[in-house]
């Protein structure tokens, strides 16, 4: 196996002069598609290819089943390297979900196009079958827009379609067909033109699934650098910060850095469908990097994200019991505590938390004293589960908050704490969206941000524009109407504090 790991380690996205394809519709027998990467990326004897994909979703089967999911972004490197990753996302599906079709979007890596092609002539096969493509819809969605064609060199070699479809296989229970669609250009105007051919298939029926790497090859700390800064970007569901990102990673010069995403066009694509559908959020769930790999060194890696679109079907809010609420009070005070004490905090039996307090959420704690603000920070996107980001933001609000001094031994007794548990971020576009009282704010322009909890207003009795303004000149720095022309994004908050806790006893 580790002959063939270096030839995994190679995939990088080449955009070459557009080659000049026929947009045909189907003109001559059908066809398999054959693999091309089995026994490199991933193993092409049946029964190895299943036992390494029951043990990297045996990893994650703990992380939740999502009923409603959208989209999901995958790396598609060779398996021991990006396995662990795109597993992660997989383990998300509802295995017993029956999706019309499976739209498959990736980057080409062997030529340049002028949009994108879409297999046509007939299905996809992997060591585990045969897996039908919707040949009819590919063919109408060649013939009505011009972004799309069909030319058979962006899919005889192309891995990145392929190294999904045994996920898939393994995981959904019913038979599934798929429209795979290669991207290869990076023109903007292009992608939006196949967002919009593709926008009336982004519903409850279809799944949509990204095939895309992020930074090559900077060393590991480089990568770290640039692939946070893009995760948060998709993390905010905006298309226009996820482009501005992908060129401030360009202008950092991070020495070895190709490209901050081989699946820029893809990414670039389901942003411009899933920020102008109400109701989907995103939820980043893993990262790693080759050289967190057995395989891989620390001097020349590959990123890899997963992040998986939700759609909101108006289920139940994000909701904690009073014991949930109770741990978690004490893990904040535990973490100050073990802080003032010059020592790390400890989380306990961890493997005994509800489902709840290890869900990925954003999570602000405030500390008061005297009925005063004593410190407040927080944050939005996060990998980390609740408990843990709570200990985090405690710490943070006690230690580093630059408003107040770091909080003394001797005032501890005299610190109530407040946690608010975050929904993930909705962008919007008119201040009409938002809700005050029931929603915080978060505002970005520029390199400037800043943010207002919902409760802010319950306590100021501020109007909505007096909540705005205040956010953008004493949060943002951007000014009393900086947030005019600024990205807004509205999220809602769980709260809870020791004082209500100690009053309900």
Same mark, same amino acid.
């Given at each position: 196996?580790?002959?063939?790991?270096?030839?995994?380690?190679?995939?990088?996205?080449?955009?070459?002069?557009?080659?000049?394809?026929?947009?045909?519709?189907?003109?001559?027998?059908?066809?398999?598609?054959?693999?091309?990467?089995?026994?490199?990326?991933?193993?092409?004897?049946?029964?190895?290819?299943?036992?390494?994909?029951?043990?990297?979703?045996?990893?994650?089967?703990?992380?939740?089943?999502?009923?409603?999911?959208?989209?999901?972004?995958?790396?598609?490197?060779?398996?021991?390297?990006?396995?662990?990753?795109?597993?992660?996302?997989?383990?998300?599906?509802? &295995? @017993?979900? !029956?999706?019309?079709?499976?739209?498959?979007?990736?980057?080409?890596?062997? %030529? =340049?196009? #002028?949009? $994108?092609?879409?297999?046509?002539?007939?299905?996809?096969?992997?060591?585990?079958?045969?897996?039908?493509?919707?040949?009819?819809?590919?063919?109408?969605?060649?013939?009505?827009?011009?972004?799309?064609?069909?030319?058979?060199?962006?899919?005889?070699?192309?891995?990145?379609?392929?190294?999904?479809?045994?996920?898939?296989?393994?995981?959904?229970?019913?038979?599934?067909?798929?429209?795979?669609?290669?991207?290869?250009?990076?023109?903007?105007?292009?992608?939006?033109?196949?967002?919009?051919?593709?926008?009336?298939?982004?519903?409850?029926?279809?799944?949509?699934?990204?095939?895309?790497?992020?930074?090559?090859? &900077? @060393?590991? !700390?480089?990568?770290?650098?640039?692939?946070?800064?893009?995760?948060?970007? %998709? =993390?905010? #569901?905006? $298309?226009?910060?996820?482009?501005?990102?992908?060129?401030?990673?360009?202008?950092?010069?991070?020495?070895?850095?190709?490209?901050?995403?081989?699946?820029?066009?893809?990414?670039?694509?389901?942003?411009?469908?899933?920020?102008?559908?109400?109701?989907?959020?995103?939820?980043?769930?893993?990262?790693?990097?080759?050289?967190?790999?057995?395989?891989?060194?620390?001097?020349?890696?590959?990123?890899?994200?997963?992040?998986?679109?939700?759609?909101?079907?108006?289920?139940?809010?994000?909701?904690?019991?009073?014991?949930?609420?109770?741990?978690?009070?004490?893990?904040?005070?535990?973490?100050?505590?073990?802080?003032?004490?010059?020592?790390?905090?400890?989380?306990?039996?961890?493997?005994?938390?509800?489902?709840?307090?290890?869900?990925?959420?954003?999570?602000?704690?405030?500390?008061?004293?005297?009925?005063?603000?004593?410190?407040?920070?927080?944050?939005?996107?996060?990998?980390?589960?609740?408990?843990?980001?709570?200990?985090?933001?405690?710490?943070?609000?006690?230690?580093?908050?630059?408003?107040?001094?770091?909080?003394?031994?001797?005032?501890?007794?005299?610190?109530?704490?407040?946690?608010?548990?975050?929904?993930?971020?909705?962008?919007?576009?008119?201040?009409?969206?938002?809700?005050?009282?029931?929603?915080?704010?978060?505002?970005?322009?520029?390199?400037?941000?800043?943010?207002?909890?919902?409760?802010?207003?319950?306590?100021?009795?501020?109007?909505?524009?007096?909540?705005?303004?205040?956010?953008?000149?004493?949060?943002?720095?951007?000014?009393?109407?900086?947030?005019?022309?600024?990205?807004?994004?509205?999220?809602?908050?769980?709260?809870?504090?020791?004082?209500?806790?100690?009053?309900?006893?």
């Amino acid at each position: 196996m580790k002959l063939s790991a270096f030839t995994q380690y190679l995939a990088v996205i080449l955009f070459v002069s557009p080659v000049d394809c026929q947009g045909q519709t189907g003109s001559h027998s059908s066809s398999v598609r054959r693999p091309a990467v089995a026994g490199s990326f991933y193993p092409s004897d049946p029964d190895e290819l299943r036992s390494q994909l029951s043990n990297l979703l045996k990893s994650y089967s703990s992380s939740g089943e999502i009923k409603n999911l959208a989209a999901l972004i995958v790396p598609h490197a060779g398996y021991v390297f990006s396995g662990e990753v795109a597993a992660s996302a997989y383990a998300c599906l509802d &295995p @017993d979900k !029956k999706y019309d079709r499976v739209f498959l979007i990736g980057p080409s890596h062997h %030529i =340049g196009l #002028n949009g $994108a092609s879409i297999y046509n002539k007939g299905n996809y096969s992997t060591p585990l079958g045969v897996v039908p493509v919707d040949t009819a819809l590919s063919i109408s969605l060649i013939r009505e827009h011009r972004c799309f064609e069909y030319c058979p060199e962006a899919h005889i070699k192309e891995h990145c379609i392929e190294v999904q479809l045994p996920f898939l296989q393994h995981r959904l229970k019913h038979e599934f067909t798929i429209v795979p669609i290669v991207i290869g250009t990076q023109s903007t105007e292009t992608c939006r033109e196949i967002a919009e051919a593709l926008k009336p298939y982004f519903n409850e029926s279809n799944l949509f699934i990204i095939s895309s790497d992020f930074s090559h090859y &900077p @060393d590991y !700390k480089g990568a770290l650098a640039a692939d946070k800064a893009t995760e948060e970007a %998709i =993390g905010s #569901n905006s $298309a226009e910060r996820f482009l501005k990102t992908i060129r401030e990673n360009e202008f950092k010069k991070i020495p070895g850095l190709v490209t901050s995403a081989c699946g820029q066009s893809p990414i670039l694509t389901l942003l411009y469908l899933s920020s102008e559908t109400p109701g989907v959020t995103v939820r980043h769930i893993k990262y790693m990097n080759s050289g967190d790999s057995e395989y891989g060194d620390k001097f020349r890696v590959v990123g890899y994200h997963s992040f998986v679109f939700i759609r909101d079907t108006k289920n139940k809010s994000f909701s904690l019991s009073d014991e949930e609420k109770a741990r978690l009070l004490d893990l904040a005070r535990d973490a100050i505590k073990h802080r003032l004490q010059n020592k790390s905090f400890e989380s306990g039996d961890t493997a005994a938390f509800s489902k709840r307090l290890q869900t990925p959420l954003g999570v602000f704690v405030s500390l008061h004293k005297n009925g005063k603000l004593r410190g407040c920070i927080g944050q939005f996107l996060t990998t980390f589960p609740l408990y843990e980001v709570v200990q985090k933001m405690a710490v943070a609000a006690a230690f580093q908050d630059y408003r107040f001094d770091p909080v003394s031994r001797d005032e501890m007794n005299e610190i109530q704490i407040e946690i608010s548990v975050l929904s993930p971020l909705k962008r919007i576009n008119s201040i009409d969206e938002f809700e005050l009282g029931k929603q915080g704010i978060y505002m970005i322009k520029g390199s400037r941000s800043g943010t207002l909890l919902p409760q802010v207003a319950t306590d100021t009795g501020w109007s909505k524009n007096e909540f705005l303004g205040h956010c953008a000149r004493d949060k943002a720095g951007i000014g009393w109407d900086g947030w005019k022309d600024a990205e807004l994004y509205t999220y809602e908050a769980l709260v809870f504090g020791e004082k209500e806790m100690q009053t309900a006893e």
